[in-house]
């Protein structure tokens, strides 16, 4: 399987820092357990007389001893950018409870982009699908996810039995302008009938993170449709259940013209504009490198049309 290419942080859900996810890692627990050396805990928010109820939440296809099980999620991230984004990877955040940190346990992650809320009317798939499995590689991340160990009115104790994986999914070099996207995924345990878990964005002292709104697919014995992703809490039933954001990260390319596409720059993308591109090209101009990975060459060729197939920008 290829691997994305090199590229710089661009976003992180719920992070100051695009290059570290929202998982709250910290060397001690709330109790005052200290992590195994060389890891970190991930726990479980608590936000005043409440905790959060759930380290994770399904996000596997169909598992061979539940058919109907397909689970995916979806939350939205905005390119800010003038000129726009080239994505190059995702990075998602998944464990398999019982699963050690020796060995990888994804199998494949199927991803897509939406300009919409995934299922909404006017929402279209601007990139990838349901089936091609993007995975490149998984990374342990030396963070444990654990529940939240307060008492609530019980406190849960650290354990070692879910170590967070870092995911990363092959983007392909998408090209996003300007706006607001939404992207949603998959993934498959390498034993095809364990569950597997995704995280959500985790912040110090609060349940859900400002304006969280992730979205979960459910399979048909739960309803068939996207749904806001929930956490009840507790002590249940007093804490009130709150919206859940995701941790996931982009990396890519920050675009450095106002659109690819429209080569010649002359507000349309046309004929002229592949004219104007092969010119460049055949003369091996740095404005003719559309992937941005320093060389002009073939791949670049593939890059330019594949925005100026779908309009441009």
Known sequence: MCAAAAAEPLFSNCSTNPAVPA??????????????????????????????????????????????????????????AAFGWRVSRAALYAYVPGRGSTVAPIASVNVRIWNGPPGATGSMIVFGDTITNRLVRCTDTAMYRVFNTTPLPYAAATDTNRPIWEVSVDLLNVYLAPGHYWIDWQMQAVDADAPVFCPPATIAGQRSAPNANSLQFRPASLGGAWSPVLDAGKPEPLAPDVPQDFAFRLEGEVFSVACPADFNGDGGVDGADIEAFFTAWSMSDVTADTNLDGGVDGADVEAFFVVWQRGGC
């Open 23 to 80: 998982l709250a890692p910290a060397t001690s627990s709330e109790s005052g357990v200290i992590a195994p050396p060389g890891h970190l805990w991930s726990e479980v928010a608590r936000q005043g007389a409440y905790a959060n109820l759930f380290a994770g939440f399904s996000c596997h296809g169909d598992l061979n001893s539940a058919p109907t099980a397909a689970f995916r999620f979806a939350d939205d991230f905005t390119v800010t």
